[in-house]
T-cell receptor, first 114, second 113 residues
């Protein structure tokens, strides 16, 4: 285990649903990330939080809404998604964002949008 | 542009042989490179990293080589084992304050017993 947990592991939702993905890190890190992993495509960075402040929003559609209430928890709120949003959503954390701190990944949430 | 690519989508090797997985990157300003391993049903797992002021770094059974002249990165796995079967990603770090990593598409390593 990497010390980063994600729930749920699998999620199926309709395009009109609202759901949330949760990430928790037990490593004492200050930075957290959301990535999207689609088949046949490289990992895409979505959001970066440092000390609960969003420091990067990688041109992600507004139907994805991140929330970082504290440095150990990160959420991704989903609403009115499209079928092309089906993917593996990975959370990661690192000690900080400056320097070369290793990012530790969770197991991901497999999302299917019908 | 910013892209990191891998030369082969799939690499098949015999158990016990050495494996070499290649990666080309395009951003000459990148200062840090990482190899990740992703097994089925799991998130990427850190294997080894190298800073741009080095050209070689060794770990346990793994070696990363960096050739900045041709912007090439490779991962060598010695005595490949069935447990090494996974998808391997290289990533480059864009200098700045957000720790942004650019990932390649991945090479699937298949180890034949």
């Amino acid at each position: 285990e990497t010390g980063v947990t994600q729930t749920p592991r699998h999620l199926v939702m309709g395009m009109t649903n609202k759901k949330s993905l949760k990430c928790e890190q037990h490593l004492g890190h200050n930075a957290m990330y959301w990535y999207k992993q689609s088949a046949k495509k490289p990992l895409e960075l979505m959001f970066v939080y440092s000390l609960e402040e969003r420091v990067e929003n990688n041109s992600v559609p507004s139907r994805f809404s991140p929330e970082c209430p504290n440095s150990s928890h990160l959420f991704l709120h989903l609403h009115t998604l499209q079928p092309e949003d089906s993917a593996l959503y990975l959370c990661a954390s690192s000690l900080g964002v400056a320097g070369v701190d290793t990012q530790y990944f969770g197991p991901g949430t497999r999302l299917t949008v019908l | 542009g910013e892209s990191v690519g891998l030369h082969l989508p799939t690499l098949s090797v015999q158990e016990g042989d050495n494996s070499i997985i290649n990666c080309a990157y395009s951003n000459s300003a990148s200062d840090y490179f990482i190899w990740y391993k992703q097994e089925s049903g799991k998130g990427p797992q850190f294997i080894i990293d190298i800073r741009s002021n080095m050209d070689k770094r060794q770990g346990q059974r793994v070696t990363v080589l960096l050739n900045k002249t041709v912007k090439h990165l490779s991962l060598q796995i010695a005595a490949t084992q069935p447990g090494d079967s996974a998808v391997y990603f290289c990533a480059e770090r864009i200098p700045g304050n957000t720790g942004k990593l650019i990932f390649g598409q991945g090479t699937t390593l298949q180890v034949k017993p």
